[in-house]
């Protein structure tokens, strides 16, 4: 049994003792006595994956940038409708109002006044110069760089305007410091860690941000103690005195602790089976929050070989092409053996939709090109084509003295783990070897380069996972596809390529649709690169993936967007009266 199980065995006592124990231990000299808080006063969110950094543009995890965004602010921010809400900015810009130049070569925001850091500290343009000037170093290795390819440079008009100047027109001027990719560093915290340093920051553990809430103490693995931001610019907001984020456990076990015995107020990414869900929603102590965004399951093949190594110890490097999965016949048998819909309907039910696209939201983007289909005769066929029979009798296919085994890792997670075992068999009964790993979240999605387990590393030949594209824009996702955009050794494993897929062909359709001004054309673009993607099984999509989250009866002001975090608006969330 886990600490984390057993934290919640203890439940509310547990938290209380939990509370006293790291108030006492509080020491950061960035840190303030906490104030007292009552239950009443205190929100309490859990995390099945543990958060291990709080610098959003060193992180990978999606759990990362959750933490950082109660922090952390970007300029503006997409709602669930695709409008702009503004957070630092003052107004959203417009060719009417001067914004966005005509060219279409230029962008400038006009910034909130009055706006404080934590430590009391104002927050200027140089804020956000600086916060380009960090990501865009490369050795940072910043992980959201790819939404500021294109700038020429950021400059500070005055203390409240700051110009983003692109290299050439540019349709997509509202991805640079908007949503969660956006979130504003400021400069007179990490001005001596732009480097190679970047990741000894002593604020990427206690942040300084212009949000509702600090933090007064974090231990990375487990449990992050927030408390209202006395230079929060809206007056009476925040609403909690005090927020708790507890991390680590598993989806079922943060399930029960919000749906069922109510020990907590928010529960993260709930990937439990469908069935499971319904039961626990049934004991009335909370209510499932179900939104359909970009989140993507999806099959990572790995382009290059894992077992073998470069002379400096490189594993999946460009220098060794896959034994089989070069051979498009064998990513197609591949295709072919995934059962989405009995995935869909025995574990994800409602929450999910089978899909054959990698570009699923806006809807405007999902290709009508494209379907997907179960079929092992067709799988079967087209490595018997490919010259991949079983010669020796074992039941694994072989060919030219190479076994058809593959290595398919993935998070802990039980909803992954029952959907590894479909997977097996449809493969299994094809005659492909197939060793199923799985690996704790922690890990996992950590981004740790020098962890030979984490998703960017990718030492095996499937990975399964979910993302998709964090704006209503997806240039910036459609890029990490691209050829610069491979994850390697040479850039310390920080970029979203994990497949080190490379075809020049996209890489031209990206270019034509980074410069093309004309919305419609554009749309058209993007579709195109999703079809190439798929006729060239770059990776295998198969489940569209809601965002479910378990929300207390207790808690109101909780609207979740698909385009930033879950706590992207926590100064609204409340309890009831």
């Known amino acids: 049994m886990t600490i984390f199980a057993r934290f919640f065995q203890g439940q509310i006592f547990a938290w209380s003792l939990l509370n006293i124990f790291l108030l006492a231990a509080c020491s950061s000299p960035q840190a303030q006595s906490p104030t007292t808080a009552t239950a009443a006063d205190t929100l309490r969110l859990l995390y099945w994956q543990a958060p291990t950094i709080l610098n959003p543009h060193l992180a990978q995890g ?28 003052t107004e959203i810009p417009t060719q009417e109002n001067g914004g966005i130049a005509k060219d279409g070569k230029s962008v400038t925001w006009k910034l909130k006044q009055g706006v404080k850091w934590s430590d009391g500290q104002p927050f200027t343009a140089a804020d956000v110069v600086f916060t380009y000037q960090f990501l865009s170093n490369s050795t940072v290795g910043a992980t959201t760089s790819a939404d500021y390819k294109g700038i020429s440079s950021v400059e500070a008009i005055d203390d409240h305007t700051v110009k983003i100047n692109f290299q050439s027109p540019n349709p997509a001027w509202s991805l640079p410091f908007v949503g969660l990719n956006g979130m504003i560093l400021p400069r007179h915290i990490f001005a001596k860690f732009n480097g190679s340093n970047a990741r000894e920051a002593p604020a990427n553990l206690i942040p300084v941000g212009t949000g ?147 570009l699923v939201a806006p809807n405007i983007y999902n290709s009508p090109n494209t379907k997907y289909e179960f ?43 029952k959907t590894q075992e479909i997977i097996k068999q449809g493969l299994t009964s094809i005659g492909v070897g197939i060793e199923l790993k799985s690996i704790d979240g922690s890990i996992f999605f950590s981004g740790d380069p020098s962890n030979p387990d984490a998703l960017n ?33 040479s850039n310390n494993w920080s970029k979203p390529n994990y497949s080190r897929y490379c075809n020049p062909e996209y890489d031209k359709l990206w270019q034509q649709s980074n410069a093309e001004l004309n919305p419609e054309k554009r749309r058209q673009l993007f579709i195109q690169m999703n079809d190439l993607l798929i006729k060239d099984v770059a990776i ?29 608006n926590i100064k609204d969330w409340q309890g009831k009266p």
Request: charged letters at 25%.
């Open 62 to 89: 999606t759990k990362d940038f959750e933490a950082s965004r109660i922090v952390y602010e970007p300029l503006a921010s997409h709602d669930k409708d695709g409008k702009l809400v503004l957070f630092l900015a």
């Open 212 to 358: 509702p809430y600090r933090v007064v103490e974090f231990k990375p693995g487990d449990i992050i103690i927030y408390e209202a931001n006395s230079s929060f610019r809206e007056a009476n907001k925040p609403f909690f005195k005090r927020v708790e984020l507890k991390g680590g456990g598993d989806a079922t076990s943060a399930a029960r602790a919000v749906l069922q015995t109510g020990d907590v107020d928010y529960a993260w990414n709930l990937q439990v089976e469908a069935p499971v869900l319904k039961q626990l929603e049934a004991a009335g102590k909370g209510r499932l929050d179900i939104s359909f965004g970009s989140f993507l399951e999806r099959i990572v093949i790995n382009h290059t070989d894992p077992n073998k190594q470069t002379k400096d110890g490189e594993r999946s490097s460009l220098e060794f092409p896959h034994p089989f999965f070069q051979d498009i016949r064998v990513r197609q048998a591949f295709n072919y053996a995934i059962d989405r819909d009995t995935i869909n309907q025995q574990l994800y039910g409602s929450s999910g939709r089978p899909a054959a696209n990698i």
């Open 375 to 417: 079929n092992l005769k067709k799988a079967a066929d087209l490595l018997d084509e490919a010259g991949w029979k079983d010669t020796n009798g074992n039941g694994i296919r072989d060919k030219n003295g190479v076994e058809m085994n593959v290595l398919f890792q993935t998070s802990v997670n039980p909803l992954r783990q």
């Open 457 to 489: 590393r990718f030492q095996a030949d499937l990975q399964m996972f979910s993302t998709g594209n964090a704006n209503i824009d997806p240039g910036a996702y459609m890029k990490g596809f691209t050829c610069e955009e491979i994850t390697q050794k």
């Open 540 to 568: 295998i999509p198969f489940i569209a993936r809601a965002d479910v989250n378990g929300v207390s009866n207790r808690l109101i002001g909780v609207n979740l967007t698909p385009w930033d975090t879950d706590t992207w």
